[in-house]
T-cell receptor, first 112, second 112 residues
Framework: NAGVTQTPKFRVLKTGQSMTLLCAQDMNHEYMYWYRQDPGMGLRLIHYSVGEGTTAKGEVPDGYNVSRLKKQNFLLGLESAAPSQTSVYFC???????????FGPGTRLTVT | TQLLEQSPQFLSIQEGENLTVYCNSS?????LQWYRQEPGEGPVLLVT?????EVKKLKRLTFQFGDARKDSSLHITAAQPGDTGLYLC????????????FGTGTRLTVIP
């Protein structure tokens, strides 16, 4: 039982490049989330999903897209990376909305 | 706008000392959660408090939910180096989406 896994763990992009972050969970959770964590800003919700085939915007969605084609996977895409997107990205999942969330180990992204 | 203010922002103490960190809001929450995040890892849930006035203990950690459900505290007795980390409180978003809203955290360092 791996819980929540994220790939890659580190990535460096140049401005304008694109990439996709992959999140996978093996707990059969309906709800999945993407956060970014910046110093002094805490965890901010980018997008979330309440089930397979659904996605919704969170607090800071601009510049990101997501897809949930399979229940266990939640993908976060950056179409044209900007230095402001330098951050640590966390994926999480939960069985019940508003309650315990299980987090992945994070992806550290640097955009130069 | 909901805010979860955590204090202090940073805390550095000697092994064996006691400490208390706080999570305050002007809004009422149906529940509050506490997470601990170690360097390079994702947050891990410690406890959920649901009832006003509730006290929960987890070994040397004592969590309390305020009577009015607007604040919470975490008390650690005889701190150990393994307690080092970022402590985050979180509560359900009151906008109706019921996603979690995180405070900015207290970064604790326990010096051996």
């Amino acid at each position: 039982n791996a819980g929540v896994t994220q790939t890659p763990k580190f990535r460096v992009l140049k401005t304008g490049q694109s990439m996709t972050l992959l999140c996978a969970q093996d707990m059969n959770h309906e709800y999945m989330y993407w956060y970014r964590q910046d110093p002094g800003m805490g965890l901010r919700l980018i997008h979330y999903s309440v089930g397979e085939g659904t996605t919704a915007k969170g607090e800071v969605p601009d510049g990101y897209n997501v897809s949930r084609l399979k229940k266990q996977n939640f993908l976060l895409g950056l179409e044209s990376a900007a230095p402001s997107q330098t951050s640590v990205y966390f994926c999480a999942s939960s069985l019940v909305r508003g309650y315990a969330q299980y987090f992945g180990p994070g992806t550290r992204l640097t955009v130069t | 706008t909901q805010l979860l203010e955590q204090s202090p922002q940073f805390l550095s103490i000697q092994e064996g000392e006691n400490l208390t960190v706080y999570c305050n809001s002007s809004s009422v929450f149906s529940s509050l959660q506490w997470y601990r995040q170690e360097p390079g890892e994702g947050p891990v849930l410690l406890v959920t408090v649901v009832t006003g006035g509730e006290v929960k203990k987890l070994k040397r950690l004592t969590f309390q939910f305020g009577d009015a459900r607007k604040d919470s505290s975490l008390h650690i007795t005889a701190a150990q180096p393994g307690d080092t980390g970022l402590y985050l409180c979180a509560g359900p978003d009151q906008t109706g989406a019921n996603n979690l809203f995180f405070g900015t955290g207290t970064r604790l360092t326990v010096i051996p």
